[in-house]
Each structure stands twice: as C-alpha cells, then as structure tokens.
C-alpha cells in the first residue's frame, strides 16, 4: 500500500506542477526579418536576432509498473493545458508508436507550441553569425538544430546510426534530394523526404522510425514533420554548366559528437530541465574536421571514385583509437543492395523470356498436328 501511495502522490505532484505552470501564454522567438539584411551582412557585425529569453521548464521522468498505470497517464495528458504530443516526443526521442509502450516518459512541467523552448542547442550561435543556413546534428543526444545566420530556427529528434553502421562525426553538406526514394539495403522501406548528405556511403536525413536510440544505417532518420521541413529548406548541392556538382555548395551538416554505446545510456533522459545543458558547438564550423568513414561502409564497385581514397582506408584504425568505435565491434559491411535488386530484376525478366520462348517453341510443334486432324 505504501507503495501505491507514493506513486498516486508522485502522479499528483506531477500534474499539479503541470496544470500550474502550463496555462502560461505561448512563447515564440521573435520573427527574423532576414531578407531585408541581406545586403549589409558582408560589411557589419551582425547582431543576435533573438537571445534565449525561454522561461526554465522542469522535467520529471515517470516511470511505470504496468501497461494500465501508463495507458491512465497518458490518457490523462489531454487534459493537460497546451499539450503538445510534438514536444513529448522530441524530449524522448520517440515517435507516439514508441511512447504508447514505453516504460518510462521524460515529461515537462510546461507545453509550449513551439520546440524551441526545449532545445539542448543555443538559441544563437556566434561562429554562424555569417553563414546562411547550418544543420548540427548531436549522436550523442539524438537531435539536430538548424541556423540561420547564427538565430535557431528548428531543434528537433533524430535517430542515428546504429553501433555496427555508425553516423560518423564530422562535416557534410547536403547535396541532392528526392521525395520519396525506396532504401538500398531494403526496397520495402519507403523513404520519405529523402535528402542525402554523402552520396558513396548513402547517407541522408529522411523520415522514417525513431525508436528512441540510434537505429539507422548510419541516416539521421526523422520524424514525418520535421523531414519535410529540411527537405523545403535545405539547399542541394549547386551544379556548374556540365551538370558536375560543385563541392561544398550544400547547407553545411556537421555531426559534432558520437553515442556513448556499450550501456543502457540515453543522455537526454537524464535532463532535469531545459536550462542546465546547451551542447558546445564548433568555434569555426566551416573548418570542422572532414568525417572519416571505414571503407567497409562504401560499396565496392564506388570505391574508386573517393576523393582522398587513403583516408577511408584508415579510418576504421583511427575511429577505433578515439574510441568512436569500441574494441570487438565488427562494422557491418555495405551491400549495394540496388545493383543486387536490379540484378535479381535482370534474372527474372531473363527467366521469363527463356519461358515464353519455350512455350512459343511448343505451340508451334503442336500446330501441324492440329492440322492434320483437322483433314
């Protein structure tokens, strides 16, 4: 009974914190009225457009015993003044599909209708001051933050690579985008909002399933909403007369940090509250260390197009000395799934014309004797 007791006291402490200081009026940022400087930004200082002025908002991390504790808690949440199902999922990293079965929900003492109050990035970062638009991504802590000129505009959940096909850190652009586009290691795994950032290992921010810790084969997979919000703001790559792309004319994305695997460790559900963690960004982003990626993760018949080729042979050697990936991990090799599929594709159509060739083959046999029976 004493247990019990302190659970239905822990529940009402809770809400209580929730539904006190959840009636607040929404707070936005300030609007950036970019275009009209655009003219001065290569001759002046530019100025934060807006500095963290969010309130401090309490996190409480429930824990449940049984599946009925947590469908009532969650039920309850609709009650609850400006809930936002949007901001519950960011603070854990999980699509609702996940949250509904979780064992445990990292919940703040305030909803507000933007992400923004929630972000573990600073809301202004000064080495972007003169950069257009940037995308920083934290494996660390599941989520990525997208600038303008040095003013956070976007903060929302990721899941990365996971430990055998790594996210590796280090500096990408964005290069091309296609609306839907079916995965190369699964043709059954549609896609959506598909915009790749390094062409040779297929690596791209898409939607798909966030399970609450890294799970992709090394994409920064996203949710629904926020993959078409990069997919209708980020810049491809530009491409010259000939149709070549020209390097690094993509929004930049750097991968700043790797996940702590080996453990039961979810950093972001360790937060108490929005305040006490603003992850530590680079003080010249557009000079970030170029990623190393092992080989093992190109396909083969590509290998020979890499630029600096030797770097991708010594790079499994090195992520291992950093510690980015641990002793005993065997790094799952890349298959280029889409010449095997269109292989396997070339195989059965070869099939089939062999077949219909044969049948062809057998009927006109046949026709002679139908036509002697017929005299």
Request: with cysteine.
């Amino acid at each position: 009974m004493q247990n019990i007791s302190s659970k239905i006291a822990f529940f009402l402490l809770v809400f209580n914190l929730i539904f006190s200081l959840s009636c607040s009026e929404n707070i936005k940022p300030e609007k950036q009225d970019i275009a009209t400087k655009e003219k001065e930004r290569d001759s002046i200082d530019l100025l934060p457009q807006f500095l963290d002025t969010f309130p401090k908002i309490n996190y409480n991390l429930i824990k449940f015993k049984s599946n009925s504790e947590r469908i009532r808690f969650l039920d309850s949440l609709s009650d609850v003044p400006n809930f936002n199902k949007y901001v519950l999922m960011t603070l854990n990293r999980k699509q609702w599909s996940f949250l509904a079965g979780a064992r445990e929900i990292l919940v703040p003492d305030q909803f507000f209708d933007s992400n923004l109050p929630y972000s573990i990035f600073p809301t202004y970062y000064e080495a972007a001051r003169r950069i257009p638009k940037i995308i920083i991504v934290s494996n660390h802590y599941q989520a990525m933050a997208a600038y303008e000129y040095g003013n956070l505009v976007k903060f929302s959940p990721v899941s990365s690579g996971k430990e055998k096909t790594q996210t590796y850190p280090g500096k990408y652009s964005l290069i091309f985008r296609q609306r839907v586009r079916h995965s190369s290691v699964d043709s059954n795994w549609v896609l959506n909002y598909y915009f790749n950032f390094h062409p040779q290992a297929g690596m791209a921010m898409h939607e798909f399933t966030l399970p609450g810790y890294p799970a992709s084969h090394s994409c920064v997979r996203m949710l629904m909403d926020d993959a078409k919000w990069v997919y209708d703001w980020g810049k491809q790559t530009k491409v010259d007369t000939s149709g070549r792309r020209i390097d690094n004319t993509g929004t930049p994305v750097l991968i700043v940090d790797h996940y702590p695997f080996g453990a039961e460790f979810r950093p972001w559900m360790q937060l108490t509250n929005n305040k006490d963690l603003k992850v530590q960004l680079p003080d010249n982003p557009l000079e970030f260390d170029e990623p190393l990626i092992p080989i093992i993760q190109i396909p083969k018949e590509i290998r020979g197009s890499l630029v600096n080729k030797h770097r991708y042979e010594i790079a499994e050697d090195s992520l291992r000395k950093l510690g980015i990936i641990r002793q005993g991990v065997v790094i799952t090799p890349s298959v280029n799934f889409n010449k095997l599929r269109r292989q396997k594709e070339a195989e059965e159509r070869r099939k089939q014309a062999e077949l219909e060739k044969l049948q062809q083959l057998e009927q006109k046999t046949t026709e002679p004797e139908q036509e002697e029976g017929n005299q």
